[in-house]
């Protein structure tokens, strides 16, 4: 039913129509009393990261008001839930990795750690509750579905393909460049988004020459999940070192933050080197690479 790809067989304006719908509707079932709340935020968060894929895939079609407004009220709508992922991603991997017992802290230190974050996260939860979040994102959604038919995908074609792919392409080009230059959390957190949007826009054109686009993809959501590793770090870093002493011990939190910063350089170890050959040609060469399958599954 929530299938991101748009088939052979239909136009691209039937298929982005469809896939919005889809989306829209996917992200409505999991506000409706989910029954685990952490994957349903993490679901609704996914889905809102594949609309504003393609919304920067038909950019310049819709016209720069609209998409500006689009994708602001998504990006809005996604940060309402951030808090709550973060603290269930960052509990997750604090109890996973002290369970392989790769953080050098005592066990009643972590156990008190956990449960303060615990205690943060549940009124985290409670303000969502409080706030009505869920039933304030179902309502956006049918509001979403309302408006599409105002959207312009009257003339959508291979110039679509060509001019959003180029744009995302290029920006992740650029952002390698700036997270190089300088390795710093906020370039590597800017790129990971980019390679997101590139991954979701692959996945929804695949099926115009399937083997190809599934292994390119699989390799670009190995990079993604390789930086979403590293944003992960870098926010357990951040909360751990603003953490009072009554909470955790300089010398834990001296520990774990060690342990933090060794698992990332692991991390780009694996990273860079995978991004050289994903990124290896130009955007112009990548993108009439990618707008010329297209057009040959259309004949």
């Not at 239909?10 to 989306?23: A, C, D």
């Not at 990273?271 to 599954?297: H, M, N, Q």
Request: proline share 2%; hydrophobic share 35%; net charge negative.
């Amino acid at each position: 039913m929530y299938r991101f790809a748009i088939d052979n067989q239909e136009e691209l304006q039937e298929g982005i129509t469809r896939v919005l719908k889809e989306q829209y509707a996917f992200i409505r079932y999991h506000t409706t009393i989910p029954n685990d709340i952490d994957t349903s935020v993490h679901e609704i968060r996914k889905a809102i990261k594949r609309i504003r894929a393609i919304l920067r895939l038909v950019r310049w079609d819709i016209g720069e008001e609209l998409y500006q407004s689009e994708n602001m009220r998504f990006r809005d709508l996604g940060r309402q839930l951030s808090q709550l992922r973060d603290y269930h991603v960052i509990i997750t991997y604090l109890a996973e990795n002290f369970e392989a017992e790769e953080l050098r802290i005592p066990e009643e230190n972590f156990i008190n750690l956990i449960n303060h974050l615990n205690s943060k996260k549940e009124a985290e939860l409670k303000r969502l509750v409080d706030n009505q979040t869920l039933e304030t994102i179902r309502e956006q959604m049918d509001i979403s579905t309302s408006e599409l038919n105002e959207f312009s995908f009257d003339y959508l074609g291979p110039h679509t393909i060509r001019q959003g792919t180029t744009n995302t392409y290029s920006q992740c080009l650029n952002k390698i460049s700036e997270s190089q230059l300088k390795l710093d959390d906020h370039p590597l957190h800017e790129l990971r988004k980019r390679v997101k949007y590139l991954l979701n826009q692959m996945i929804l054109i695949q099926e115009v020459w399937p083997e190809f686009f599934k292994n390119y993809s699989t390799s670009l959501k190995e990079a993604s999940d390789l930086l979403g590793d590293d944003h992960n770090i870098a926010e357990s870093v951040t909360l751990i070192d603003s953490l009072s002493e009554d909470v955790i011990s300089r010398e834990n939190k001296n520990s774990l933050i060690d342990s933090f910063r060794s698992e990332r350089e692991h991390i780009h170890r694996e990273l860079w080197p995978l991004l050289g050959k994903l990124f290896t040609e130009d955007a112009k060469c990548f993108v009439k690479r990618i707008t010329s399958y297209w057009l040959i599954s259309r004949e």
